[in-house]
């Protein structure tokens, strides 16, 4: 009975982990390590130079880029294309992972029940974050290094150490990380201060210091002679506030009752048998990982094999945990525990990729393929941080990108926060432009959507050529889709006197788009409306199965309050899943709202979005917050929605930023939106002032 429970689970966690594998999910970085792996293995083009980037072609990285990691990719894709390259370089960091656990188990005479739960906890571990990237090689080389160690503490042999220092070479060469000293600097450290000296090994300090000098000296072999270490004292605490994942509250949250409980048993443990290393390096990783939430997987990983070591010399439990309960107990009920976040997260927290499974919906591949379709092989691309590594991977030798995943790489900070705000700030973007001389653009607006889109329409500076699906290619020659452009920004600002360009720009849209694509329909859908006798059911009688896009959402939503009807628009507007919704959008809802006079049925919604704006309030423009500012007032005289706290902290802050531009008694006159109009940039308040 008890074999049979095991296998069991086993199949279950094969079946979880094999969902994981499957999911199309690359990842932005992904593709410019794949373009400079297979330019180097092909072309014989530096990896350690940049090729592709507008503001720094030509200068070497600032650190050490993960190049061996790179080439291993790029031999496989050679062999295998794109798909089976992601799903062969995860198997094998699974496969690796589960292998080295079961051996070195085995010749330690571990019981099976205790490395099967390790092999569970470090699995879901990985599965959080299974992208193909270079750190996934790093979960392997924390197992190795863990039982490498703990063989060392046992008994010291120079071929042991001969290989650790050898694993240490290929790691930083794969991934340029600095655990491993972390690791072995933890280990010397236990050796000179915390645990008996071996007298047959090193007889004083200095032999143990010399040991751990050399070990950090091998952080130097590599091509650039660039230090991992230097990488982290080097790393702005600025990146936190850009980079989402370094502050993932999903990651926290997932990880919270299995985890943290874990760590908690871990330190314990680690106690109890005098791991004096595996509790430094747990408490390095947790300082660490409270700046960076992204360190905390591989905190887990290692706190994971930690609890099998531990609980291979624990055989009951000690009363400061439950009295006198064998261990079999409490481990089959946190087994449970496991596998229930596990499933819950595969199912769930997995469930957007699993769903969209073209690579189209997460990356630009429609508007990279019209740039290559027309044949443009040079000129400058302003892309969004998440299309940037795609957008190399796909653009022609002579193009170059404005930004991209190589952040502490190549791009400093200051870079990073322009490039983020020129998404959703046109005077940002207009400037941007203007240093920069772009040619083309490509965006795209799918379930990661940033706004970025639509700010470049706003902007003027960009003219729509083509959107597709998900993504969109735009360029500077002369506005060919004006009626379109208002359709996707302004949808109100279409009426009958437009219906001729309207069908003008849909006989263009239709000659280089599918019928689904995004100009097509939504132009498709004002050219029907307009024709329409009864224009709120033709709205309302859509099938909303076939609407893919926010914009065409909006459109019905405004055209709804056109026509009076606040309650339909309201809810047609909850349809668009919340992180399609953009903070106009969110504005634009409360307005609605206010109009409809039905704040206590609608009280729930107002406070999500009102919660949803406060966080994306330091990217508003200044018209959005003048719209916002007026809007909020009408919430005064409700108690559930005034007193809330992030209401009254943007009421506070709209305060001050519209004083600061003077524009507080002049709102109308200066935000209100000219429709005949290329670009709204003459009515934001810094061309105002």
């Known amino acids: 009975m008890r074999k049979l429970s095991f296998s069991v689970l086993i199949f279950f966690q094969i079946y979880l982990i094999f969902l994981s594998i499957k999911i199309p999910e690359f990842g932005g970085d992904f593709f410019w390590h794949l373009r400079i792996g297979l330019d180097w293995i092909n072309k014989g083009i530096s990896p350690f130079v940049d090729h592709y980037s507008i503001s720094h072609y030509g200068e070497r990285y600032a650190h050490l880029p993960p190049y061996l990691f790179q080439a291993f990719i790029a031999f496989i894709y050679n062999s295998f294309g794109l798909e089976l390259t992601s799903i062969i370089y995860k198997s094998m960091i699974v496969s690796l992972s589960c292998i080295l656990v079961l051996v070195f188990s085995r010749k330690n005479h571990i019981p099976f029940e205790y490395s099967f739960l390790c092999m569970v906890m470090i699995l879901y571990t990985i599965a959080w974050r299974l992208v193909p990237r270079p750190e996934l090689f790093s979960y392997v080389f924390i197992i190795l290094f863990i039982f490498v160690i703990e063989s060392l503490r046992i008994k010291m042999s120079f ?3 001969a290989l650790l220092f050898f694993f240490q070479f290929l790691w930083i060469n794969i991934h340029a990380s600095p655990f491993g000293f972390v690791f072995f600097g933890s280990y010397i450290i236990e050796k000179i201060f915390l645990a008996p000296r071996n007298k047959y090994f090193f007889k004083n300090i200095s032999g143990w210091a010399f040991l751990g000098f050399s070990f950090l000296l091998i952080g130097f072999l590599n091509p650039l002679y660039s230090h991992p270490l ?3 004292f080097n790393f702005s605490k600025s990146w936190s506030h850009l980079i989402t994942e370094h502050r993932s509250e999903y990651l926290i949250n997932e990880y919270y009752l299995t985890f943290f409980s874990l760590t908690i048993l871990t330190m314990y443990t680690i106690l109890k048998t005098k791991r004096w290393y595996a509790l430094i390096v747990s408490v390095v990783f947790l300082i660490q990982a409270y700046s960076f939430n992204k360190l905390y997987p591989f905190l887990f990983v290692a706190n994971s094999i930690f ?4 609980l291979n010399e624990i055989s009951y439990l000690d009363k400061f945990l439950v009295k006198e ?11 449970g525990l496991t596998i229930l976040s596990q499933f819950i997260y595969v199912l769930n927290y997995n469930k957007e990729n699993r769903d969209y499974k073209e690579l189209a919906v997460h990356m630009p591949v429609e508007a990279m393929d019209f740039l290559i379709d027309k044949g443009i092989k040079k000129g400058k691309i302003y892309n969004n941080y998440n299309a940037g590594g795609y957008v190399i991977y796909r653009m022609p030798e002579g193009m ?3 930004i991209d995943g190589r952040t502490n790489l190549l791009y400093s900070a200051s870079e990073m926060y322009n490039s983020v705000l020129s998404t959703v700030a046109p005077s940002v973007l207009y400037d941007f432009d203007k240093k920069t001389s772009f040619d083309y653009a490509i965006t795209y607006y799918n379930h990661l959507y940033d706004g970025s889109f639509e700010t470049l329409l706003r902007s003027g500076v960009f003219s729509l050529e083509f959107a597709g699906k998900y993504s969109a290619f735009l360029s500077k020659k002369d506005n060919k889709y004006k009626a379109a452009r208002l359709a996707i920004i302004e949808p109100g600002c279409l009426d009958e006197g437009w219906k001729q360009k309207i069908e003008e720009e849909l006989v ?10 995004l100009l097509p329909s939504i132009l498709r859908f004002f050219n029907s409306y307009f024709k329409a006798k009864d224009k709120p059911f033709y709205i309302i009688s859509n099938n909303m199965d076939t609407i893919h896009s926010i914009f065409e959402l909006r459109a019905m939503s405004v055209l709804l309050e056109r026509h009076n009807k606040l309650n339909t628009a309201i809810k047609m507007y909850q349809l668009v899943p919340a992180n399609l919704l953009t903070a106009r959008d969110s504005i634009y809802l409360l307005e609605l709202i206010v109009k409809s006079k039905n704040l206590e049925e609608y009280k729930n919604i107002t406070l999500q979005h009102i919660e949803r704006i406060y966080s994306d309030y330091y990217y508003l423009s200044n018209r959005e917050k003048s719209i916002l500012s007026n809007v909020l007032s009408k919430f005064k005289d409700d108690k559930n929605i005034s007193e809330n706290k992030y209401l009254i902290k943007m009421t506070q802050n709209l305060t001050v930023d519209l004083e600061n531009y003077r524009i507080s008694t002049k709102t109308e006159e200066v935000f209100k939106y000219r429709c005949d109009k290329d670009s709204e940039l003459v009515f934001t308040s810094e061309e105002a002032s």
Request: no cysteine.
């Open 508 to 517: 263009l849209a239709n000659k280089t788009h599918k019928f689904d694509d």
């Open 230 to 232: 230097a990488i982290v």
């Open 400 to 402: 170059r990108n404005s």
């Open 307 to 310: 609890l099998l070591l531990s």
């Open 159 to 161: 071929y042991l150490l």
């Open 325 to 335: 309960i064998k261990f079999r107990k409490v481990y089959f009920l946190f087994l």
